[in-house]
């Protein structure tokens, strides 16, 4: 039996023992995890330091902050998550308990992503622990060091047995996806994407993909641009980059083509200093294959701003690039990286044409001070999340499904759309072995004055309050011992 194979059954044994279903408990390991956080807080930046170059205050600010938000929503709002969500009655359930019912799915296996690999791991971990589930958690092996201290650390602080932390590469992940698991949550491209889902589709496993692609970003020529391209700017070059809901391009008109360069070059040297490479808040590509992936999207493009690069180092300069065209390399896949090409169009509906072109992103960002222009693009377009004149900021808000639609992914989670999408949300009806009469209507023999009744039940759905439901209970209560009198005599 392979390490895989084993983890996954410990975590289904522990599940099977009921342990992991009580409130306290849910609450209690939330808070361990929350505790881990803050604890081994120096462990998790060091690690992030070594894998992404990220500063300190950016782990914070962009992995663990998060984190910590969304533990003390669940562990605020989960005895309201977890309790019967009592439902709309019809005339024929109005004297009955009616409700729906939130239970855990089972074991969910979770494989992070190493852009964040904290807040793409960990929060789909909350979720599964606020549901109820065991949890098999999976980090990128490309985050070498992050993924040693999620695998050292996060066992003394969780149940090892309820939520084992799995590491390894692609042949680990594979073995991982052959075992039987009640969902599979998993964060990444969408050609692996496709993989976990053909596997997933062996035991009818449910799936949440939580993907990319090319976010577009149409800046209007009457906003604030300076102020638009500061944002952009932000959105873009924040973990260099490497960033799924990353400004992918950007739309404008070729009149402000020339003051969006501007901006964003002011931008850039006001973030990152005239050196970047130097600029303890700016960081570096993964790896060399994805410099290398990178740099060859910049071959038959236009630099414009920046397109210093050092492979030895896996260091790309914040990069615009001027004048691309469609078919331009930069333009045939996510970017992924500190790469923004600047595509002219003649207005909003060229570029409403040219995003429905394309494969619907994970995000889409509009700038204009119009709010018929931002209506008009969310009306006529289609994406993930959509936000006007900012950028990133809407994954930070919990009340928000976070998700993609087609090929950028499917299912959405933070907040309670974490607890609902790891829950089985069971709907449950409890009648009485009482009023038979007014079941008549559905026993044979059928009749049309029998299906007269089954239609006013069932068709009239009328708004009442509680005086009124009391009413009509009396009266089908009397309609139902006048059937039954007759139905006996």
Not at 173 to 183: G, S
Request: charged content about 25%.
């Amino acid at each position: 039996m392979s390490r895989e194979q084993k983890a996954v059954e410990r975590a289904r044994k522990a599940f099977l023992t009921g342990r992991s279903k009580p409130l306290e408990h849910r609450i209690r390991q939330l808070k361990n995890l929350q505790r881990f956080l803050l604890e081994r807080e120096k462990e998790i930046a060091e690690a992030i330091k070594k894998d992404l170059n990220k500063s300190e205050a950016g782990t914070q600010l962009y992995e663990t902050l998060g984190l910590e938000g969304e533990i003390i929503l669940a562990v605020k709002k989960l005895a309201e998550w977890v309790a019967p969500r009592p439902v709309e009655k019809n005339l024929l359930t109005i004297s009955d308990t009616v409700y729906i019912q939130p239970e855990p799915l089972g074991v969910v296996l979770i494989i992070g992503a190493w852009n964040y690999p904290w807040a793409v791991t960990i929060q789909p971990l909350i979720g599964a622990i606020a549901a109820g589930n065991a949890a098999v958690v999976k980090p990128s092996e490309v985050c070498v060091h992050t993924a040693k201290v999620m695998e050292d650390l996060l066992p003394a602080y969780i149940d090892k047995e309820l939520y084992p932390v799995v590491t390894g590469g692609v042949s680990e992940t594979q073995e991982l996806l052959r075992q039987r698991f009640d969902h599979v949550f998993y964060t990444g491209n969408s050609m692996v994407g496709k993989l976990v889902m053909e596997a997933a589709a062996k035991h009818l496993t449910p799936i949440t993909l939580e993907l990319g692609g090319k976010s577009p970003c149409y800046i209007d020529k009457n906003c604030d641009i300076p102020i638009a391209c500061r944002r952009v700017t932000w959105g873009k070059y924040s973990n260099c980059g490497q960033t799924c809901i990353a400004p992918d391009y950007i739309l404008c008109e070729p009149s402000i083509q020339g003051r969006v360069l501007e901006e964003i070059k002011k931008s850039i040297k006001a973030f990152y200093t005239e050196d970047p490479k130097t600029c303890p808040d700016y960081g570096r590509i993964i790896n060399q294959r994805h410099f290398k992936r990178i740099m060859a999207m910049t071959e038959d493009s236009t630099i414009a701003i920046g397109g210093d690069s050092d492979e030895s180092t896996c260091y790309i300069a914040p990069t615009v690039l001027k004048d691309v065209q469609v078919n331009s390399k930069v333009m045939q896949e996510e970017i992924f990286g500190p790469l923004l090409p600047i595509l002219t169009v003649s207005g909003v509906d060229e570029a409403i044409d040219f995003i429905n072109k394309g494969e619907k992103p994970l995000a889409l960002y509009i700038f204009s001070p119009d709010d018929k222009v931002i209506k008009k693009v969310i009306a006529e377009t289609s994406s993930g999340g959509v936000l006007a004149n900012d950028c990133l900021v809407h994954y930070s808000v919990s009340a928000l499904p976070f998700g993609g639609v087609g090929n950028s992914g499917m299912g959405s989670y933070h907040g309670k759309f974490s607890f609902d999408n790891l829950s089985h949300l069971r709907g449950c009806l409890i009648k009485q072995l009482k009023m038979e009469g007014v079941n008549d209507m559905r026993y044979p023999p059928h009749t049309a004055k029998k299906l007269f009744w089954a239609r006013f039940f069932i068709l009239k759905n009328p708004d009442l309050g509680f005086i009124g439901r009391m009413t009509l209970l009396t009266i089908i209560a009397v309609v139902a011992a006048m059937v039954l009198q007759r139905y006996l005599q």
